[in-house]
């Protein structure tokens, strides 16, 4: 019989669900020259206070957080397996993958109106959210079924494939599940999606990272694993200094291993980044017990938890035009990338969460279907 929640756990669980998308609008809201981060991305810049700062949290110790939700995903889809298969899919639609579609669309809408202004279209050119190739830059130059291909396959809302290949990894479930619960499965299973996730390997409807820690997540609950109390070896003050000694290394290293190593560099920057996320996941889970009964006993964190969705709804493209846009207002401004890095993407969550309160309360129904009925007491 699953051992059910307790209380430590399922506040847990909605701490860092929260936690977690308030990071993602940090790591968007980077604002360094290369912007598009990938384990072994080097900053193309001059190491400085800024620079290291931000590569340092953004590509280093923030990292941690969408493996945190998928761990979190496929342990609370697992702890519902008396529910029927065929009603739990038809649940996942409506509270998935229509919000993908709507929010979506969103993200076309908006970008398709900052076209229609010179200032705000060059902005969007300067992005290159929209190219499709040197000619055409913009989302009116697109086809019609280039259109359509953006909004059901390619979101300018980047973010929302985490939700396409959740919805896939909950289709699968019953393999799923079947291959972590059974040991001829999980010899072959962990050790593939294990190699997936170390290679950075991705295929659109899933890829390494989240298939590797929602099966973690699936594993962890059939297996009754106490995720309340850590074992010895997972002692989260050792994992706390090595999360933070580790991004201090890879961050020294994407600013001066090329002059150092050559092109070695970069494999040693994905293993790093690989260990970066695996001591950040087992620090945060296990070493905020106090920061996290602390913040719940809060009614104003309480009353901002419940929107993390609509949080990780709203902030993006927004995010990448408000980049953009600040780098053209403030570059004269002493410092103005660092401050941009800290207050853009705290603007972006304060509207966020004003835009997803006013909305909840003047039209619930309209917020119940944009955001899968999350939040709505």
């Excluded at 913009?138 to 979101?155: A, K, N, S, V």
Aim: aromatic letters at 20%; one cysteine or more.
């Amino acid at each position: 019989m699953p051992i059910p929640l307790t209380e430590m756990s399922s506040q847990k669980f909605k701490f860092w669900s929260f936690i977690s998308m308030v990071l993602l609008v940090f790591v968007h809201g980077y604002n360094l020259h290369i912007r598009f981060l990938q384990p072994w991305t080097i900053p193309g810049e001059p190491l400085t206070f800024t620079t290291f700062t931000e590569y340092f949290l953004a590509n280093g110790i923030f990292r941690f957080r969408i493996p945190m939700l998928f761990v979190i995903s496929g342990f609370l889809y697992a702890l519902h397996d008396h529910q029927p298969y065929k009603q739990r899919i038809q649940k996942r639609f409506r509270t998935l993958m229509l919000p993908y579609l709507l929010w979506s669309v969103a993200g076309l809408l908006l970008t398709y109106i900052l076209e229609l202004f010179p200032f705000s279209r060059d902005i969007v050119a300067s992005t290159n959210l929209t190219r499709i190739d040197a000619e055409r830059l913009f989302l009116h130059d697109h086809r019609w079924y280039e259109l359509l291909g953006q909004w059901i396959f390619f979101p300018l809302a980047f973010q929302l494939w985490f939700i396409r290949v959740l919805f896939v990894y909950n289709l699968a479930y019953p393999a799923l599940r079947c291959c972590v619960t059974h040991a001829r499965g999980r010899a072959f299973f962990f050790p593939t999606v294990l190699l997936m996730w170390l290679s950075t390997m991705e295929f659109y409807f899933f890829e390494g990272e989240g298939l590797l820690f929602f099966s973690l997540g699936i594993w962890l609950q059939k297996n009754n694993f106490n995720i309340d109390i850590p074992p010895r070896y997972l002692n989260p003050i050792l994992w706390g200094f090595a999360f933070i000694t580790l991004g201090l290394v890879k961050t020294w290293l994407a600013f001066t291993g090329t002059s150092m190593m050559g092109n070695a560099v970069y494999p040693l920057l994905i293993i790093l980044h690989k260990l970066i996320i695996i001591s950040g996941l087992i620090c945060a889970w296990y070493g905020s017990d106090r920061v996290v009964n602390w913040c719940m006993k809060r009614i104003w964190f309480v009353w901002l938890s419940p929107f993390s969705f609509i949080i990780y709804a709203v902030h993006a493209p927004v995010i990448v035009f408000a980049v953009e846009w600040s780098a053209r207002a403030f570059h004269y401004f002493p410092l103005y990338r660092f401050l941009t890095f800290i207050f853009l993407p705290a603007a972006v969550i304060v509207v966020s969460i004003v835009f997803g309160a006013l909305l909840r309360k003047t039209a619930p129904r309209i917020y119940g279907l944009l955001t899968g009925d999350r939040g709505l007491s």
